[in-house]
T-cell receptor
């Protein structure tokens, strides 16, 4: 079985400050990991994905995430928050039971950016 | 190029009714997945279809069904609607049904409200 835990339903930062959104996963096999962003009244947009090629993954909009197997973590970071980063962020893990990759999503973390 | 399109964008139904939601994938994508996103939670997997065949099914009752057409578009049907079915229903498409773990591309969803 696979699962994702996102620590903190809400994270509040000031504009220009470091963004850190936490994600821990549980998977019985090497996982594929994703971060998605969801703006109000929209679907999910892929930020980045980890597929075992490199532990530090760079994504769109200046975000990156580091895969740490020993900690079963895949935290999302951005050096400097922008007002436009305010959104809901979802971490997801997937593997392939029976040949088809189906992701399991975390509950999400709402990022609030203060001016 | 057009992204994943879903219709309708909003829908209001009463308990006991039936609903059909529609999804058109990105051109060239052969796989469609459906998710239910209850307010304040992450998406929950319902179905995945690839080349018109069901590839995966989540933990949802038999009131939920889906199909994929020769042009790869898809319908999600829900019978005997319950208040708890109120949610955002997301459709996602991908190239190959998850065999290479290609990321999914999401539509903006259908907001279903049950009165």
């Amino acid at each position: 079985a696979q699962s994702v835990t996102q620590l903190g339903s809400h994270v509040s930062v000031s504009e220009g400050a470091l963004v850190l959104l936490r994600c821990n996963y549980s998977s019985s096999v090497p996982p594929y990991l994703f971060w998605y962003v969801q703006y109000p009244n929209q679907g999910l947009q892929l930020l980045l994905k980890y597929t075992s090629a490199a532990t530090l993954v760079k994504g769109i909009n200046g975000f990156e995430a580091e895969f740490k197997k020993s900690e079963t973590s895949f935290h999302l970071t951005k050096p400097s928050a922008h007002m436009s980063d305010a959104a809901e962020y979802f971490c997801a893990v997937s593997h392939s039971p029976g040949g088809s990759y189906i992701p399991t999503f975390g509950r999400g973390t709402s990022l609030i950016v203060h001016p | 190029d057009a992204g994943v399109t879903q219709s309708p964008t909003h829908l209001i139904k009463t308990r006991g009714q039936h609903v059909t939601l529609r999804c058109s994938p990105i051109s060239g994508h052969k796989s469609v997945s459906w998710y239910q996103q209850v307010l304040g939670q992450g998406p929950q997997f319902i179905f995945q279809y690839y080349e018109k065949e069901e590839r995966g099914r989540g933990n949802f009752p038999d009131r939920f069904s889906a199909r994929q057409f020769p042009n790869y578009s898809s319908e999600l049907n829900v019978n005997a609607l319950l208040l708890g079915d109120s949610a955002l229903y997301l459709c996602a498409s991908s190239l190959d049904g998850g065999y290479s773990n290609q990321p999914q591309h999401f539509g903006d969803g259908t907001r279903l409200s049950i009165l």
